[in-house]
């Protein structure tokens, strides 16, 4: 993953800051002593929530972390002691502001958190004191990892990129079959109905920007390939939950004439194509703590039916 790939949060959205290695997060509080450390990831406190702000000018590229309770920002250090801590204001000496470095290999989803006026790295382990601290950014070892854990966010609405939709698989099947028979010596007009169900599968694939927390529920349109193009059935509205296979129904009604002569029997066939289809797509989201905007981006995968036809033939 390239620095590019890598989804840095704008300030204002909050996150904790997950250790790869103790599997902890990262605190900033005013007491007790330390007052930057780090905890459990299953304990969920204010104090472990951070934003980033973005350096400018001559610190374009670098951020600083501000931690959401304390309002203080963390400070990497070679010297004097203590070597991490935090303090106020928004960064106002070189030690507050960080590259963030992208791993490779099996840390291509982590990131390192390193100081270039110091040139150090910061750590998070659990069976050496210090547990927090830093080490030289020369000395990569697997405890200087971190990954972002975000807030809670709101899904505020889904946008579908309907011109870049594809049918990927398609195989007509037939919904109904009916015979009705013409016994009597005149003509008849007989009536044919169809009304069925069909359940669909679909998923909600990420591709690019915000993380979605698994098992965030969103509202959002379906999704269909029409007579000529795709659209989204705007009508029905459906629950989804981000990182699961969800399903949904479509539901088919129709009622058409036929007339029989005398001795005719009648058959009305009523099909759909059934395959797999893709859309892109674009999520908008917010903070439910600021209000902050994120974008995520992806790809609505379904298996879905289509192209509601009925034929009529004379056995």
Not at 38 to 46: N, P
Request: hydrophobic share 35%; aromatic share 12%.
């Amino acid at each position: 993953m390239s620095q590019s790939e890598l989804y840095i949060p704008p300030q204002g959205i909050y996150f904790r800051l997950l250790g790869y290695v103790s599997q902890c997060v990262l605190y900033s509080r005013a007491r007790p002593d330390p007052q930057v450390g780090h905890i459990a990831v299953k304990d969920q406190f204010d104090d472990q929530f951070f934003t980033l702000i973005p350096g400018q000018g001559a610190r374009k590229g670098l951020y600083a972390i501000k931690g959401k309770l304390s309002g203080n920002v963390l400070f990497s250090r070679a010297g004097p002691s203590p070597n991490v801590g935090h303090i106020g204001g928004n960064g106002q000496f070189e030690d507050n502001w960080f590259k963030i470095e992208v791993g490779t290999g099996q840390f291509a989803k982590q990131f390192r958190l390193v100081t270039p006026s110091a040139g150090v790295a910061l750590y998070s382990r659990t069976n050496v004191q210090p547990f927090v601290g830093n080490i030289s950014s020369k000395d990569v070892f697997a405890d200087q990892y971190f990954s972002f854990l975000f807030e809670d966010m709101k899904v505020d609405k889904v946008e579908y990129d309907l011109k870049l939709g594809k049918v990927i698989s398609s195989t007509p099947i037939v919904l109904v079959d009916q015979v009705l028979a013409n016994n009597t010596s005149r003509d008849q007009e007989l009536s044919f109905s169809i009304n069925q169900t069909e359940t669909q599968t679909s998923t909600f694939e990420y591709s690019t920007g915000f993380t979605v927390t698994i098992g965030t529920s969103f509202s959002a349109g379906i999704p269909f390939v029409g007579t000529t193009d795709f659209s989204v059935d705007v009508s029905q509205s459906n629950q989804w939950t981000w990182g699961q296979q969800n399903t949904f129904s479509k539901s088919y009604t129709a009622t058409f004439p036929a007339k029989a002569g005398p001795g005719e029997t009648v058959r009305a066939v009523s099909s759909v194509n059934k395959g797999d289809i893709e859309v892109p797509f674009k999520m908008y989201l917010s903070s439910k703590s600021t209000g902050a905007k994120a974008e995520t981006y992806g790809v609505w995968r379904g298996v879905s039916t289509w192209h509601l036809r009925h034929t009529l033939s004379v056995e």
